[in-house]
């Protein structure tokens, strides 16, 4: 999740709505000392070589937070910055299947939680998200499903 260098350039990302079926998100929480403490974020990471956007999805979910999705729906996506050609995809996940988390070194103090999609929405208002990506992916996904009630 940290490296961002590709030859050179940012590579894509994508940034996940884990939603189980009484719509809890998965919510992953660690320290981050460089931004002053405690922040949450969504699974979510940057392509590996060919990756497809919904490949990294699929893998960055499984390994962060050991969950597997039988249905995905792409949310949009969105440049990185203004001045690199990189983006960031968002995806909600359904029909999952939780298992162990398969975290790499450097996210070995991820914490996975499971939060109401309204908490999860709450704390990013409050900005307790790092990064901007799992805020619009929750903003987006609860959209999304409270369209589909209707």
Known sequence: MTDTSQRGAMRDASV???????????????EF?????????????????????????????????GVTA???RPLGSYAITLNASARVHLFLAEGLTCGPQQLAP?????????????????AAVQGRFL?????????????????GAR
């Open 16 to 30: 996940i709505v884990a939603r189980d079926g009484d719509g809890m998100v998965a919510v992953l929480a660690a």
């Open 33 to 65: 000392p460089r931004h002053g403490g405690e922040y949450m974020f969504l699974p979510g990471g940057r392509r590996e070589g060919d990756e497809t956007p919904e490949e990294c999805a699929r893998r960055e979910l499984r390994e962060e937070s």
């Open 70 to 72: 039988g249905t995905w």
């Open 106 to 122: 450097g996210e070995a103090d991820f914490t996975l939680m499971w939060w109401p999609m309204a908490d999860a929405i709450r």
């Open 131 to 147: 990064l901007q990506g799992g805020p619009l992916a929750l903003l987006l996904a609860q959209q999304m499903t409270s369209a």
